[in-house]
């Protein structure tokens, strides 16, 4: 969890050299549950160590339940307005923004993202759940991706 706080903290950019031997970085960077690494088309896929204009970013799995008073759910029940810094409702919202809950704090232990200050977590849903993107980008994305997919696919069409 310390090197995805660290990668969090700063937004996702690292600028700083950091001294850790190959294998320990190896090691870390080899958990594809937690980063992303994205190389250069130049880099050399064999290396187990990334370049350094390499992007990192930290993964979570975790997101934000899009249902009200679901029981059983394995997704954050938070305003994805708290979340995004935006929600202009503050205290008298109907969604919740509070991340002490039982079924939220439970979850942040499960995803060993409960030492996450709240800045800190809500960057990294952010980098990850595409639900929270606005919905002109998350049209996009499914144009981007359905055009990738296939020349002929109809899905776009329903944006």
């Given at each position: 969890?310390?090197?995805?706080?660290t990668m969090?903290?700063?937004?996702?950019i690292?600028r700083?050299?950091?001294?850790?031997?190959?294998?320990v970085?190896?090691?870390?960077?080899?958990d594809?549950?937690?980063?992303?690494?994205?190389?250069?088309?130049?880099?050399?896929?064999?290396?187990?160590?990334?370049?350094?204009?390499?992007?990192?970013?930290a993964?979570?799995?975790?997101?934000l339940?899009?249902?009200?008073?679901?029981?059983?759910?394995?997704?954050?029940?938070?305003?994805r307005?708290?979340?995004?810094?935006?929600?202009?409702?503050?205290?008298?919202?109907?969604?919740?923004?509070?991340?002490?809950?039982t079924?939220?704090?439970d979850?942040?232990?499960?995803?060993?993202?409960?030492?996450?200050?709240?800045?800190?977590?809500?960057?990294?849903?952010?980098?990850?759940?595409?639900?929270?993107?606005?919905e002109?980008?998350?049209?996009?994305?499914?144009l981007?991706?359905?055009?990738?997919?296939?020349?002929?696919?109809?899905?776009?069409?329903?944006?």
């Open positions: 969890m310390r090197a995805a706080r969090v903290k700063s937004r996702g690292l700083q050299s950091i001294t850790v031997a190959d294998q970085l190896s090691q870390v960077l080899d594809h549950q937690r980063f992303v690494i994205v190389q250069d088309e130049d880099s050399n896929p064999r290396s187990s160590i990334p370049d350094s204009d390499s992007l990192i970013l993964k979570t799995s975790l997101r339940c899009k249902h009200d008073n679901c029981s059983g759910c394995e997704d954050l029940h938070l305003c307005y708290f979340v995004c810094g935006n929600c202009r409702f503050g205290t008298k919202c109907k969604n919740s923004h509070d991340l002490t809950s079924h939220n704090s979850l942040l232990e499960k995803h060993d993202l409960y030492g996450l200050a709240h800045g800190e977590l809500f960057q990294l849903l952010l980098q990850n759940d595409p639900s929270l993107l606005p002109y980008l998350q049209k996009l994305l499914r981007f991706v359905c055009l990738t997919i296939s020349a002929t696919c109809v899905n776009y069409l329903n944006l």
